[in-house]
Nanobody
Framework: QVQLVESGGGLVQAGGSLRLSCAAS????????MAWFRQAPGKEREFVAA????????YYVDSVKGRFTISRDNAKNMVYLQVDSLKPEDTAVYYC????????????????WGQGTEVTVSS
């Protein structure tokens, strides 16, 4: 099992920034890729970004390219999501997820999930 714990969410004005963190523990040696998803109020959960644990290769949904940056610290078993130039439409609960396979945008392919951290962007 892999446990994931997110932190770093909060209330921020449009144009502001936050750094979301995800701490992984347990059988982290089995993790090959990690991702961030988000779920806005009244909407389905959607893919945001993913990173390959070993190489650091990244992938982003088009709507966040140039504004969000995913990174990882292998030594600390941490994954981060730097969110800049925030917009009200970025308001959502952000979830960290992990899987043993390669990067995927499909949430059903991720075996492990955190509890989420809420980001609220005011206009």
């Amino acid at each position: 099992q892999v446990q994931l714990v997110e932190s770093g969410g909060g209330l921020v004005q449009a144009g502001g920034s936050l750094r979301l963190s995800c701490a992984a523990s347990g059988r982290t040696f089995s993790v090959r890729s990690m991702a961030w998803f988000r779920q806005a109020p009244g909407k389905e959960r959607e893919f945001v970004a993913a990173i390959t644990w070993s190489t650091g290769n990244t992938y982003y949904v088009d709507s966040v390219k140039g504004r969000f940056t995913i990174s990882r610290d292998n030594a600390k078993n941490m994954v981060y999501l730097q969110v800049d130039s925030l917009k009200p439409e970025d308001t959502a609960v952000y979830y960290c997820a992990a899987r043993a396979g390669i990067i995927s945008q499909q949430q059903r392919r991720y075996n492990y999930w955190g509890q989420g951290t809420e980001v609220t962007v005011s206009s």
